[in-house]
């Protein structure tokens, strides 16, 4: 039974659409989180959420919107997909404290062309 | 701000070689570290954590000490596998409830194993 799932796991769209990418979490933690990856592998955090509460929200273009229907889902939708968009997504969940473990699904790996 | 810095990759080694991969960071007050592992087309895993100054994580034979002295997390293994091989992340939380939990990284740190 998948800890965190996100779908799809493939995504290949063309520049100017919009698309969303889905996550959810049965291990009942309080906190989830997007990372982005780029193509040098390097991980950094997008949003996270605390118990459907945006609480982290970094430098990132208005396009990208996270939604928290509830406190084991968290959605990220993007508009206007741009080339640069293009990336391994990941999300996470963690019981937030500063010594927990985040748990990551498999990944999103989206391509704009 | 937070930062977390690895040695540049990537490593090759033989199969039995004896791994380092060094990790150094900056933080305010006494993070948790951790070493996460991502294997081809999969998420991170935890490899290993420590959460307070001389801890040591161990896992799979790997292990790493919390060395807050040299302000450093370096992951060792004394003998690696060709199943080692994959991408490693060293990585940090800040403490204090406003961090919830959220992990800055290392650039990672692509390790091969040849047989």
């Known amino acids: 039974d998948t800890a965190v799932s996100q779908t799809p796991k493939y995504l290949v769209t063309q520049m100017g659409n919009d698309k969303s990418i889905k996550c959810e979490q049965n291990l009942g933690h309080d906190t989830m989180y997007w990372y982005k990856q780029d193509s040098k592998k390097f991980l950094k955090i997008m949003f996270s959420?605390?118990?459907?509460?945006?609480?982290i929200n970094e430098t990132v273009p208005n396009r990208f919107s996270p939604k928290s229907p509830d406190k084991a889902h968290l959605n990220l939708h993007i508009n206007s997909l741009e080339l640069g968009d293009s990336a391994v997504y990941f999300c996470?969940?963690?019981?937030?404290?500063?010594?927990?473990?985040?748990?990551f699904g498999q990944g999103t790996r989206l391509t704009v062309v | 701000g937070n930062s977390v810095t690895q040695m540049e990759g990537p490593v090759t080694l033989s199969e039995e070689a004896f791994l380092t991969i060094n990790c150094t960071y900056t933080a305010t007050g006494y993070p948790s570290l951790f070493w996460y592992v991502q294997y081809p087309g999969e998420g991170l895993q935890l490899l290993l954590k420590a959460t307070k100054a001389d801890d040591k994580g161990s896992n799979k034979g790997f292990e790493a000490t919390y060395r807050k002295e040299t302000t450093s997390f370096h992951l060792e293994k004394g003998s690696v596998q060709v199943s080692d091989s994959a991408v490693y992340f060293c990585?940090?939380?800040?403490?204090?409830?406003?961090?919830?939990?959220?992990?800055?990284f290392g650039q990672g740190t692509i390790l091969t194993v040849h047989p």
């Open positions: 990585a940090l939380v800040n403490a204090g409830g406003t961090s919830y939990g959220k992990l800055t």
């Open positions: 996470a969940s963690s019981q937030g404290g500063a010594g927990t473990e985040a748990f």
């Open positions: 959420y605390n118990n459907k509460e945006l609480i």
